[in-house]
């Protein structure tokens, strides 16, 4: 493959698997583009090159945010994006997902719901749901209830919370078959879920989860599979 068609088709394979990305820097004839994860935003690898063909797909965007199709959007034909908000006014993505939460197409059928914006639940409940959706083959959704009880824990469980939502976030990039990014962000949730060995709440296998989550890391990098079973959250 040519480096030009590598450099786009690698952007595009980050795209297509559900993850995000954002322009850092932008030249004459260079690019440095962060790559994000699906949900949290967070930076798992960065990608740099002089591609004619990564820039012309590029554009004006700064971000995978500015478009809202999977096909190619040519830079002098501008098209106009009305993006779905919340009720304060923040953008969201409202198109439906796949049970990996992988965009579909704006009014795609077979999607499978997002769980809701305005979870509340306990720590035990959070825990026995997002299990049960782990257990379902849906790490995705089982994220959105991890992250909820991340964003409500107190602060001294915060990076913990943190760390299972990670988790489930490197399991759906494993299952979209995004071995470099499913592989990162288990290793980061090891390294957060970690220090919390001996004193993890709620019943919370810590030490078991980030042990597992390091050997499960190295082993997809090692075997170049995406085929790894669902961890049990608690001991």
Not at 81 to 106: E, F, K, M
Request: charged content about 25%.
């Amino acid at each position: 493959m040519h480096d030009d068609d590598t450099a786009l088709a690698q952007l595009r394979r980050w795209q297509e698997s559900g993850g995000r990305w954002r322009i850092l820097t932008r030249g004459t004839d260079t690019v440095t583009i962060a790559l994000l994860t699906c949900d949290t935003g967070e930076e798992v690898d960065r990608m740099s090159s002089t591609s004619p063909a990564l820039l012309a797909y590029l554009g004006e965007r700064d971000s995978s945010e500015d478009d809202l199709t999977p096909a190619h959007r040519p830079a002098q034909q501008p098209q106009s994006v009305v993006r779905d908000r919340d009720t304060i006014g923040r953008p969201r993505n409202a198109r439906p997902r796949d049970a990996l939460g992988r965009p579909l197409q704006p009014g795609a059928q077979g999607g499978v719901p997002t769980m809701p914006d305005d979870l509340d639940l306990t720590p035990a409940d959070a825990l026995q749901q997002a299990q049960q959706l782990l257990d379902d083959g849906l790490p995705f959704h089982a994220h959105d209830v991890l992250e909820a009880a991340w964003k409500a824990a107190p602060t001294d469980e915060r990076e913990l919370w943190r760390g299972l939502a990670q988790l489930a976030v490197g399991l759906s990039h494993a299952r979209r078959g995004n071995i470099t990014g499913a592989a990162r962000l288990l290793q980061r949730s090891a390294e957060r879920i970690n220090p919390y060995e001996h004193r993890a709440p709620h019943g919370i296998a810590a030490g078991r989860l980030s042990a597992w989550a390091r050997t499960e890391a190295a082993q997809i990098s090692d075997n170049n599979t995406s085929d790894i079973p669902m961890p049990r959250l608690t001991a």
